[in-house]
């Protein structure tokens, strides 16, 4: 089953996950939308697709299964646009600068019912987990200060 896949945000951080999802045979990335459309427009020279420079434009011209969204901290809020078409998210972090804004777009990709993952380097590590179990069972703690080595 192929994924068409569309981005909104073309700087760095999406150039490093479209090279990494052409490794995977089924993505498709198809579309691309940026503020600044030349961004855009070199994006989709790295793999085909269309780059637009409206993403109403993008979202209805094209069928889209997911799109990454990898903007700036302070531009998000447009994301309801998106799931509210029925299309699965995948959001760079932070996902919003207020936890009113996090909980309205929870609220929004719940209602949609789309997949939603956030990326965050350090997710999936098992220093992540032990985190949160240690979080669990002895409460809230103050600022924390950590260092990771890659052995």
């Not at 999802?21 to 498709?28: G, M, P, R, V, W």
């Not at 697709?49 to 069928?63: P, T």
């Not at 939603?116 to 069972?137: N, P």
């Amino acid at each position: 089953m192929t994924v068409n896949i569309g981005f909104v945000g073309c700087g760095g951080i999406a150039t490093a996950h479209i090279r990494r999802l052409t490794q995977i045979s089924e993505a498709k990335i198809v579309a691309f939308y940026d503020v600044v459309p030349k961004k855009a427009e070199d994006a989709s020279k790295l793999v085909g697709g269309k780059a637009y420079s409206s993403l109403q434009e993008m979202l209805n011209n094209e069928k889209l299964d997911a799109v990454y969204v990898c903007v700036p901290p302070f531009a998000h809020g447009f994301e309801s646009e998106i799931v509210e078409r029925g299309i699965n998210l995948f959001v760079e972090k932070p996902v919003a600068l207020t936890m009113e804004m996090a909980e309205r777009m929870e609220k929004v990709i719940d209602n949609a019912g789309v997949l939603c993952s956030v990326g965050y380097m350090w997710r999936y590590l098992d220093t992540t987990a032990l985190a949160k179990q240690i979080l669990e069972e002895n409460g809230p703690i103050g600022m924390v200060e950590g260092l990771y080595i890659d052995p």
